[in-house]
């Protein structure tokens, strides 16, 4: 090789250990750079390592961890390291999923941070070569009363469904949470899950030598340097305005860059295809070219852009959105060319692969395509960086790990210290309208559930959305019908990190199951506090072993995921909060089963234990309290599993009316949803055998135990229900029978809940109202 | 022969709700074809024009602005203007009342955010998409800009002319003063053309047309508008 080394750019500042440090990268860190290159870097190169090697996109402090998740099985098509995991669903087809995080940007500029992480996800699956046909946002914000809480909840919605309505794909489910814990550092995970033909999916691989390197989609400004390195950073409450780190986005683009995409795809003139996200061009042309085990060259002049006089290092590190970096098939470039012009898109060669396994970058000192200025310069080399070691040598941390040592204290505290709750009714109404419990149709309704019509259950109506997907090969379309949830209870993961985070993984089985679909595969968005913190650490890994654990358990893969960091403000990490979204199929519309009692007269039975009373960890008693305390309920993952085919046999053999799983606010907040998240549902009339003392009725009707469903069966078809849970050794208990406009409760023979399902609705529609006013 | 009726479904960039368009005009017996907005002429024999949701153009300027200068309005235009059926559904409403194919306005929701879910409708004018229509239609809505306003004048001879095609109601039937989106006198769709040839509507009868859809009175609409191609009502 005679290129010489890369030279110092006009205007690159001096590399003093404050530019390092600027850089979040820590002297040990340094020192592989430099042994790396075998000299100092350039500013541009030093950009470039500083967002490879951020948490964000090295996963530094977690990788050591995630490799113990399951992550193959019979349905995995592709596992997590691509843009995003694919499973089986049949004929050839594939779902292509994925969750991501995009907290930072979200707390600072709500919309745009919302905006683009609905465009980021979806960039990530329609790049597989997926038409993209739903959406599911899981949000966390700090406490209702919290003086920011409107104005995020506000932006983040409206963030939310600006991109996702205008870009035309369904927003049909999620999440929305508020805890104190999140004050100040906002969630919003992003889940996106497009179709495609399994032997169609494209990858992220710049492979043959000399073939086109084109950039395709919007040109390049300067926002959202340095995203990346941002999202591994803490937030102060005095800290300065990170607002120009925050990217823009634009759905209208988007739209076009992924009808053009697709019809790329289909034209078949690719070899790989990678979207420019977190870290921009680097990013992607570093994996893509990794990936392919070669290297690459870039011409930045070539660049389409839109602000002026931008620097290699501003272009490198730009993380302005919908644009993609494609490698074409030889002699293909034209058709690519062709359809990016029919779709009004900027489109420019800047490059081609290499087989020298160098990522090399030259630019032209002086060089701006947006002025008039003859150059009279020649281009000089700005990077020239080894690809492996940029990926290989990234730094791995097993960072030091130890328990809360708030836990004992917390887990010693006795429900039965509060005031006995006397009034039932009362509590159950106060409960069902709190933000956390209640109805989130204030967020839903600004969300377009319903663009390309095959949406079967939206946002609110059930434990998951199910979504016709129509899968195309060839001009034969054959539909699919795919079901999706989200969770993510921080609560649970905080009192018990291992037992929480396979609950998690429990309830978005066990929300796919009683809807009547079969689990596929599961993606993960794993937000924690500072790695740095080893309680922070302990949580992250035990986290990762339960989920690990109930994944086995249910025979379910984690196919993508990532990981979201030193999400602390001021030393203080959030809940922890690893939220996973499933994605599941059912056989036929008619394998649908409603989360709401179906009509009057049917059996209301509890499959799983009668008995369960913990209130350790639950809604209810933060709700008392203010506080995540107590000892939180056991999961036993035999018993959940069999419950789960319970559900599944039940669906499959039309023998379920509904099913609700019982979770937030515990086994009569379940009951009440049932006659309360669809219009026109029944009431009940339920009897259930509870304990004399008010705690201890408390506990069984609020204890969020898992492992628990309310379904509701026709008298006739009781006998074959009861045969198949015995069959799997699911405990059943008839609790009472559908009917009325009423929730009533025995025990004993006497009412102790009387509610009219009016009360019910108006308590629960109104949950937002201390947020967002009424109307 | 109900099979070789041809409706086109005509695609600008941003339109998003094609796909239901031409999914429910199929399910409804139309030969349905999708035109992209840079082709100048319809295909031979179009019956029945649709212009889906969504947001042509990225609703720059204003929602439907930009159609004003598509290659293919002209075409659109002339069917219109020949009696052929046009119906313009969500944005496709919002482009008929900025080309000035129909009369009105289409503005920002009175509560100023985007808003998704069921309404009720009442047929309130006869015509070739609301024959045989029944008293009161559950459909969706999913716009930000759906408040419909219109002069004094102008709403006199809407009402006038029986051209109020349908306002938003209660489940009885009994129309509602505003809407979910404040429209003057609770206006949902209109109709325009020669002989009410031309429907915009801001509900998406094409998302409430299957089994699938908890629903299906949507459909009725494109019943409808076959029946009147059957019959030979439109030219």
Same mark, same amino acid.
């Given at each position: 090789m005679s290129r010489s080394a890369p030279l110092p750019f006009p205007g690159d500042p001096e590399l003093s250990p404050a530019v390092w440090r600027q850089h979040k990268?820590?002297?040990?860190?340094?020192?592989?750079?430099?042994r790396v290159l075998g000299r100092e870097p350039?500013?541009?190169?030093?950009?470039?390592?500083?967002?490879?090697?951020?948490?964000?996109?090295?996963?530094?402090?977690?990788?050591?961890?995630?490799?113990?998740?399951?992550?193959?099985?019979?349905?995995?098509?592709?596992?997590?390291?691509?843009?995003?995991?694919?499973?089986?669903?049949g004929d050839g087809f594939c779902a292509v999923f994925k969750m991501e995080s995009h907290n930072h940007p979200s707390f600072i500029e709500p919309y745009q941070g919302a905006a683009t992480g609905v465009g980021g996800i979806l960039r990530d699956v329609f790049t597989m070569g997926a038409r993209p046909i739903a959406l599911l946002d899981s949000l966390r914000f700090?406490?209702?009363?919290?003086?920011?809480?409107?104005?995020?909840?506000?932006?983040?919605?409206?963030?939310?469904?600006?991109?996702?309505?205008?870009?035309g794909v369904p927003t049909v489910g999620g999440e929305v949470v508020f805890d104190a814990r999140y004050d100040g550092n906002i969630l919003v995970n992003a889940f996106a899950c497009g179709v495609c033909a399994s032997d169609r999916i494209f990858y992220g691989r710049a492979s043959g030598v000399g073939n086109s390197i084109i950039y395709v989609g919007a040109r390049t400004g300067r926002d959202g340097i340095h995203g990346a390195t941002m999202a591994s950073d803490e937030f102060s409450a005095s800290g300065p305005s990170q607002r120009p780190t925050v990217q823009v986005g634009d759905p209208f683009m988007e739209k076009l860059l992924l009808e053009a995409c697709l019809e790329i795809f289909a034209a078949d003139v690719l070899e790989g295809v990678q979207d420019m996200g977190a870290a921009g061009l680097t990013s992607s042309s570093v994996e893509m070219a990794s990936r392919a085990g070669g290297g690459l060259r870039l011409d930045l002049d070539l660049v389409p852009r839109r602000a002026k006089k931008l620097t290699p290092y501003e272009i490198l590190l730009s993380e302005s959105q919908e644009r993609m970096l494609m490698v074409a098939k030889p002699g293909k470039e034209a058709k690519v060319l062709e359809i990016c012009k029919k779709w009004d898109l900027d489109v420019a060669v800047i490059g081609e692969v290499t087989g020298d396994g160098r990522w090399v970058v030259t630019a032209t000192p002086g060089f701006d395509p947006l002025d008039d200025e003859q150059v009279t310069?020649?281009?000089?080399?700005?990077?020239?960086?080894?690809?492996?070691?940029?990926?290989?040598?990234?730094?791995?941390?097993?960072?030091?790990?130890?328990?809360?040592?708030?836990?004992?204290?917390?887990?010693?505290?006795?429900?039965?210290s509060l005031p006995a709750p006397t009034d039932l009714s009362r509590e159950l109404l106060e409960l069902i309208g709190t933000p956390n419990v209640g109805s989130k149709r204030w967020v839903h309704r600004q969300y377009d559930s319903i663009v390309r019509g095959g949406t079967a259950a939206g946002p609110g109506v059930g434990d998951a959305a199910v979504v016709r997907a129509p899968c195309e090969r060839d001009g034969v379309v054959i539909d699919k019908l795919l079901a999706f949830t989200? @969770?993510?209870? /921080?609560?649970?993961?905080? =009192? +018990?990190?291992?037992?929480?985070?396979?609950?998690?993984?429990?309830?978005?089985?066990?929300?796919?199951?009683?809807?009547?679909?079969?689990?596929l595969g599961i993606t993960d968005c794993l937000n924690f506090g500072n790695p740095e913190n080893p309680v922070v650490m302990e949580q992250l890994a035990r986290a990762i072993d339960g989920m690990a654990a109930a994944c086995r358990a249910l025979g379910v893969p984690i196919v993508s995921g990532n990981v979201s960091l030193y999400n602390d403000t001021d030393g203080r990490p959030i809940l922890p909060t690893p939220t996973c979204a499933g994605v599941g199929q059912l056989g036929a519309i008619e394998d649908l089963v409603p989360s709401t009692f179906a009509g009057e007269g049917d059996v209301v039975v509890?499959?799983?234990?009668?008995?369960?009373?913990?209130?350790?960890?639950?809604?209810?008693?933060?709700?008392?309290?203010? @506080?995540?305390? /107590?000892?939180?309920?056991? =999961? +036993?993952?035999?018993?959940?599993?069999?419950?789960?085919?319970l559900c599944l046999s039940l669906a499959r053999g039309r023998l379920a009316r509904s099913m609700h799983d019982v979770a937030d606010g515990g086994l009569l907040v379940a009951l009440a949803e049932c006659s309360a998240l669809r219009p026109d549902a029944p009431g009940a009339r339920v009897s259930l055998e509870l304990p004399a003392d008010a705690h201890g009725r408390a506990a069984r009707l609020f204890g969020e135990d898992p492992t628990r469903v309310v379904a509701s069966v026709r008298p006739g078809e009781l006998a074959a229900v009861r045969e198949a849970a015995r069959v799997e050794g699911v405990p059943l208990t008839v609790l009472g029978e559908t009917g009325g406009a009423r929730l009533v409760v025995t025990s004993g023979g006497a009412a102790i809940v009387d509610v009219t399902v009016a009360a019910i609705v108006e308590h629960r529609e109104r949950a937002l109202e201390p947020i967002v006013g009424a109307g | 022969m109900s099979a070789a009726m041809r409706a086109a479904v005509v695609v600008f960039p941003g339109s998003n709700a094609d796909q239901e368009m031409l999914r429910t005009l199929r399910l409804a017996g139309f030969d349905a074809v999708s035109v992209w907005h840079k082709d100048s002429s319809l295909p031979a024999s179009t019956e029945l024009v649709a212009l889906p949701g969504g947001f042509s153009y990225g609703d720059y300027l204003r929602c439907g602005a930009i159609c004003r200068a598509s290659p293919i309005l002209p075409a659109v235009r002339a069917?219109?203007?020949?009696?052929?059926?046009?119906?313009?559904?969500?944005?496709?409403?919002?482009?008929?009342?900025?080309?000035?194919?129909?009369?009105?306005?289409l503005t920002r929701n009175a509560h100023l955010r985007f808003e998704c879910s069921d309404v009720w409708l009442t047929p309130t004018g006869e015509g070739p998409f609301t024959r045989g229509l029944p008293k009161t239609l559950a459909l969706p809505i999913a716009h930000a800009e759906g408040r419909y306003h219109a002069d004094h004048d102008t709403l006199a001879r809407l009402e006038g002319e029986g051209l109020v095609a349908f306002r938003y109601c209660d489940a009885d039937g009994v129309p509602s003063e505003h809407g979910p989106n404040g429209s003057v006198r609770g206006i949902a769709g209109v109709y325009g053309g020669p002989s009410k040839n031309v429907l915009g509507l801001m509900p998406h009868p094409e998302r409430r047309s299957e089994v699938l859809h908890g629903g299906a009175d949507g459909k009725l609409l494109f019943d409808a508008a076959m029946r009147t191609l059957e019959r030979g009502l439109a030219a």
């Open positions: 990268i820590t002297p040990s860190e340094q020192e592989t750079v430099l350039t500013f541009a190169e030093l950009g470039v390592f500083s967002v490879m090697w951020s948490e964000h996109c090295s996963y530094k402090s977690s990788r050591v961890h995630l490799s113990r998740l399951p992550t193959t099985g019979p349905k995995v098509v592709q596992g997590p390291g691509e843009n995003a995991g694919a499973v089986d669903i700090g406490r209702p009363e919290h003086p920011r809480t409107p104005e995020l909840l506000r932006g983040v919605v409206a963030g939310i469904g600006g991109y996702g309505n205008c870009i310069t020649s281009p000089v080399i700005v990077c020239d960086l080894p690809v492996a070691e940029l990926t290989d040598s990234a730094p791995r941390y097993d960072r030091p790990r130890a328990p809360d040592p708030t836990l004992p204290a917390r887990h010693a505290f006795d429900p039965a989200s @969770d993510g209870n /921080g609560r649970f993961v905080e =009192l +018990d990190p291992y037992t929480g985070g396979a609950m998690i993984i429990a309830e978005v089985c066990r929300n796919l199951v009683v809807t009547g679909a079969e689990p509890l499959l799983g234990d009668a008995n369960a009373a913990c209130l350790g960890g639950s809604e209810w008693l933060r709700h008392r309290t203010g @506080d995540t305390t /107590g000892d939180p309920p056991k =999961l +036993d993952l035999d018993a959940e599993a069999r419950l789960q085919r | 069917h219109a203007a020949r009696g052929g059926l046009v119906l313009g559904v969500c944005n496709g409403f919002q482009i008929l009342t900025e080309v000035g194919m129909l009369p009105g306005a």
